[in-house]
């Protein structure tokens, strides 16, 4: 799912190409994409685009007569910069918006289609759309200290709810906890000031280092290579491959369709933490340490 990073790209991208634009047409691919009624999505043709903004993971795009669209990509929607009037792509193009100059079309990957676009008027509805979370750029340490420690929860949890902290997801929180030094499955109200402020610091150098790479990559260009798994990263999506910092092997925990990969060496002290479905296979015979497990490896392979 495009994060806090990528989808400040996609706004400084789009900001240079739609704002002050007239959006002419909306064309839809699939009717379920738009999940409002009221006002109609004609309502938003015709009119001039006057800014966008970043709500958690949304994007909205905000026109004349106070409307706004909100797209949510969740995790396989993309935004594509295209000629004027081209076609929407096979089964996964879901709309299009007609500009004079291009044409910005939404497509998402797979089977589910989980995308959405809302067409709302007024602040008070678009806010509805807002998580709350807190823009970890625009607080301090003492901000970040209290909504990361109102409630008990482990560090993975915490970071990607978006009620606490907004545009943080699964990819960037990996990579913020490492960067940290901090398990995955440590518990907020049971961290030191000084973990915490580690973890404030590396949150915000994460998001920022990421968005001042995304960048560089972008350029003057329109942003195609949205992914949650960047060779760079550190451990997000290396799961068996070396840590960059230690060279141990990247760990994960898997989760529905989800898995957080740490480095026990750098995060956990050595610690395998337990993967659910394998732990409950293994039981007692679960490796404990990364020794432990390179053991087991060793005597399965013989």
């Given at each position: 799912m495009p994060e806090l990073p990528d989808v400040t790209i996609y706004i400084e991208a789009l900001e240079k190409r739609i704002v002050g634009a007239t959006l002419q047409k909306v064309r839809l691919g699939n009717p379920f994409l738009l999940r409002t009624v009221t006002p109609p999505v004609s309502a938003a043709e015709g009119k001039q685009v006057l800014g966008l903004k970043r709500l958690g993971k949304r994007i909205a795009i905000g026109l004349q007569d106070d409307l706004w669209l909100v797209i949510h990509l969740m995790i396989a929607g993309r935004l594509h910069w295209q000629k004027p009037d081209a076609g929407l792509p096979g089964k996964r193009g879901l709309a299009a918006f007609d500009f004079a100059d291009g044409t910005l079309i939404l497509t998402e990957a797979g089977s589910k289609k989980r995308a959405s676009l809302h067409v709302v008027q007024g602040d008070s509805d678009l806010a509805a759309h807002d998580p709350g979370g807190l823009e970890i750029f625009e607080i301090d340490r003492a901000a970040f200290e209290q909504a990361l420690t109102d409630t008990n929860h482990t560090l993975k949890r915490a970071l990607t709810d978006p009620r606490k902290f907004s545009g943080i997801g699964n990819a960037y929180?990996?990579?913020?906890?490492?960067?940290?030094?901090?398990?995955?499955?440590?518990?907020?109200?049971?961290?030191?000031?000084?973990?915490?402020?580690?973890?404030?610091?590396?949150?915000?150098?994460?998001?920022?280092?990421?968005?001042?790479?995304?960048?560089?990559?972008?350029?003057?260009?329109?942003?195609?290579?949205?992914?949650?798994?960047?060779?760079?990263?550190?451990?997000?999506?290396?799961?068996?491959?070396?840590?960059?910092?230690?060279?141990?092997?990247?760990?994960?925990?898997?989760?529905?369709?989800?898995?957080?990969?740490?480095?026990?060496?750098?995060?956990?002290?050595?610690?395998?933490?337990?993967?659910?479905?394998?732990?409950?296979?293994?039981?007692?015979?679960?490796?404990?340490?990364?020794?432990?497990?390179?053991?087991?490896?060793?005597?399965?392979?013989?």
């Open positions: 929180s990996d990579e913020i906890l490492h960067r940290a030094r901090l398990s995955p499955v440590a518990m907020t109200q049971k961290l030191s000031a000084e973990e915490i402020g580690r973890l404030y610091d590396a949150t915000r150098a994460t998001l920022e280092n990421w968005i001042a790479a995304l960048k560089a990559e972008t350029g003057d260009g329109f942003p195609e290579k949205v992914t949650a798994f960047r060779p760079d990263m550190a451990v997000h999506g290396r799961y068996g491959e070396q840590c960059p910092d230690c060279g141990t092997p990247v760990q994960r925990i898997r989760y529905a369709s989800n898995e957080t990969n740490y480095c026990p060496v750098c995060q956990t002290g050595g610690k395998l933490l337990a993967d659910r479905a394998l732990s409950r296979l293994l039981k007692k015979d679960w490796p404990r340490t990364i020794e432990e497990l390179e053991e087991l490896k060793r005597s399965t392979r013989g």
